[in-house]
C-alpha cells in the first residue's frame, strides 16, 4: 500500500493489513492475455537506453529503475533520472547524450526541468540542481519527498509528502518560503501533482488543486477534483496522482482510488468529476480524458462533460501505466514492458510494440515525433508511431 504515516500507529497497523489484502488479491487476480493483433498502424523502436550500463558514474549505476516522473521534456531533448542518481540528457530524436551527471546517491523522486536547471530528490533528503550536467548546489529538505521537483522562473519547487511546498533560487539554492498546512493523518506516498499555470504554482492538496502565489507562497485558491469517501482514514485518502494532463487551461486529474476530473484554471472552477478507482495517472487531449480503473479497464470521457465514450476490458489486471494522448492514438505500457497504442475515439487496439519485458513504469513522455517509456529495470525505449 502506498500511504506514509505522518502520526497514529493504529492508522499504520491499518494501513498494514490493506496491504496484505491487496497483496493477496493481486494473487488472485490473473493479467488478462493478449490478443493476437495484427498491427494497424506503423511505428519501430528508434533508440534505447540503459542507465544500468552508465558505470563510469559510481558503485550505485549497477542498480538502476525507475519510478513514476523519471523523463522530463526539455525541447526535443529528454532529461533521464534513474533511482540509481544516474541522470542523463538526451536527443529525442536520435538518442545522443548532451550530458550525463550523478546525483550522489539514490532518488526518491523522478526529474524537473526547464531546460538550462534540473532538479532531483535524493533518498536521504538532498535537493540537488543541476545547470546541464554540473551540480550547482545541494540543499538539504526537512520532509521526504516523492514528487518530481518543478522547475520555473529560476525557482526550484519541492512538495513534500507532508504536503508541504518548498521554493528556493535555482542559481544558489536560498530558501525563499514555505507553505505548509495541517493536514490529514495519512498522506500518499506517490508522485503527486506540482506543476503551473501562467505565473500560478499548482500543487495537490489532499483531493484539492491548489494554487499558489510563486512568489509569496500563499494561496490563491483551490478546487476540488474529487470529494474524499470512506469511513476511516485509510479510505478517505484521496491525494492528487501526478502528473496532470493539461489541455490549455484545463487540468485533468485522478484522486487516488476516489475520482477523476477536469479542473479550468483560468476559470478556477471544476468542469466535472466522477467516481472512479485507480492510482494511475489520466491522459487527456482536446477531446477526451483516459483512465484506467483499480483493475484496469480502461475508459475514455469527454473532456468537455466527463461523458463516457468507451469502455475497454482487454487489459484488466495488467498494470497499466499513465496514460499519453498522442496524435489519434492513446498509449499506456504494461506489466510485461508492451507499449500499446489504442483508437483514441473507439479504444480499439493499434499496435502494440515490445520492450524488455520490466513492467514500464511512470507516464509515457514526447519530445517532437518521438515518443519515451521507462521499465522498472532502469532501461529507456524510444518510439515513433507514424
Known sequence: MIATLKRSLAAAATLAAMALVAGCADDVAKPTPLEPLQAKIAGHEVWKLSLSSFSTLNALAGNAGFGPQGIAVSGKDFVIAALNGAIVSVDGDTGKENWRADAGGRLSTGIGTDGRYSAVVTRDGDLVTLEGGKILWRQHLGSAV????????????????????????????????????????????????????QDTLLFGLGARLTALDPLKGTIRWEVPVAAPRGTNEVERLADLVGPASRVGSVYCIRAFQNGIGCIDAERVTALWSINMSGGQAVGADADYVFAGDASDRLSARRRSNGESVWLSDKFQNRKLSGMLSIGKVVVFGDLDGYVHFLDRATGAPLLRLPTNGSPIVGTPMRAGNTLAVTTKDGSVYAFRPE
Do not use: I, M, N
Not at 518530481?148 to 507532508?162: S, T
Open 146 to 197: 516523492v514528487t518530481a521537483p518543478f522547475v520555473a522562473g529560476e525557482r526550484v519547487f519541492v512538495l513534500g509528502v507532508d504536503r508541504s511546498v518548498q521554493a528556493f533560487d535555482a542559481l544558489d539554492g536560498k530558501k525563499l518560503w514555505v507553505y505548509s498546512k495541517a493536514g490529514d493523518a495519512l498522506t500518499l506516498s506517490q508522485a503527486g501533482v506540482l506543476t503551473s499555470w
